[in-house]
């Protein structure tokens, strides 16, 4: 497929709309178990559903990574969507606003292109690779915030299932090490909230210590295109490939990339 990723944008938008409309208008239906603590709802199904055969119709060369039903395309080229259909289930079965659809487009690995559309906060966020990070119409920048001790800082959920005490020894090692040294700590539930709203100046780091392609793609592209600083937990480049997720606005990247490995190599040496 030739079409630039700049001209997907109008596609994913659409897509996004499709996704928006039945989220506001649908009850979260019944609930499958995926396994411990988590879940899908009937309407998690149905978005997906409803959005796979919009972009099928729309980029038919372009295979799609959902979270609930895996890749779907045979696509030969380098391009890949990752949907989301609604990142946050807990809060949306809840009653919680926080939660809506992240669609992003991967090339060769790299987050190029994202909308995370945000149905019960009325948000929409945008970006494609060169054109800036947008809410609405209204172009957005990471934020100015040049210390930790300033800093609002958002942790991503706490592991369950196989493995999560392993996995929450250095969820909660984190969470300790950025009680002592940032401002204020928040768990929002929702990776692609997480994400946009470093982007939106409205937190200053999103630290989450995992990267499902589906929960970040949309997000590390619309943080990098406001001048977040998206990496890796050892401090490299962000891909699909990487083991965490961790955005933050230019001034306290360094710090908060020295944080994250004083507390790995403290855990190692423990």
Known sequence: MTTSVGALLPVALDAATIAADLIRSRAPGLL??????????????????????????RTPG????????GVTGDGGGDLLWA????????NFVHGVPLCGVSLGLL??????????????????????EHAGAHLGERRIR???????RDAIVAIGDYAVGT?????????LALTAALA??????????????????????RLDISLSMSNKPWDT???VAIAREAGAVVVDQDGSEHTADSAATIAAAPGVAEQISALVGRTVDGLALA
Not at 163 to 171: F, G, I, Q, T, V
């Open 142 to 148: 990471a934020s100015t915030t040049g210390r930790l």
């Open 83 to 90: 949907l989301d259909p609604i990142d946050g289930t807990a």
């Open 107 to 128: 090339q060769s690995g790299r987050a190029v292109l994202g909308v995370i559309d945000l149905p019960f906060l009325d948000a929409r966020y945008s970006a494609a």
């Open 163 to 171: 493995d999560a005490e392993e996995k929450n020894r250095l969820r």
């Open 217 to 219: 793609a949309a997000g």
């Open 62 to 69: 372009v295979p799609i990574l959902g979270e609930e039903e």
């Open 32 to 57: 499958t178990a995926k396994g411990d603590r988590d879940m899908a709802t009937d309407l998690d199904y149905a978005v997906e559903r409803a959005v796979r055969a919009y972009l099928r119709d």
């Open 180 to 201: 002592a040294e940032v401002q204020r700590v928040r768990m929002l539930g929702s990776s692609a909230i997480d994400l946009a709203w470093v982007a939106e100046g």
